[in-house]
């Protein structure tokens, strides 16, 4: 499924209510949005430019469509998220 840019601002307000010192959101991520893909990371393991940036999480935009899997800025093209926690 390809994301639209109000999916990721709806991921985002529901990241925003995380500690990420004290709760995984992966749980209920996945729960809130059963549609979407998420894979979750530490920042410091990423190299490249976030899609976007918050205080405690970096998201990233994974586009799957092709046979290797790859980082995208365009919600359009991505397949899945990245939540890397800083």
């Known amino acids: 499924m390809q994301l639209s840019a109000e999916m990721i ?6 990241l925003k209510q995380f500690d990420p010192l004290t709760s995984n959101p992966l ?7 059963p ?3 998420f894979v979750r990371m530490s920042a410091a393991d990423m ?6 940036s918050m205080p405690n999480y970096d998201l990233y935009l994974l586009d799957g469509r ?6 995208t800025n365009e919600p ?11």
């Open 47 to 52: 190299d490249e430019t976030p899609f976007r």
């Open 27 to 33: 749980p209920i991520l996945k729960d809130c949005f």
């Open 9 to 14: 601002d709806e991921v985002e307000a529901t």
């Open 66 to 71: 092709e046979h290797c899997v790859q980082l």
């Open 35 to 37: 549609h979407l893909s």
């Open 76 to 86: 359009s093209h991505a397949t899945s998220i990245v939540i890397a926690q800083k």
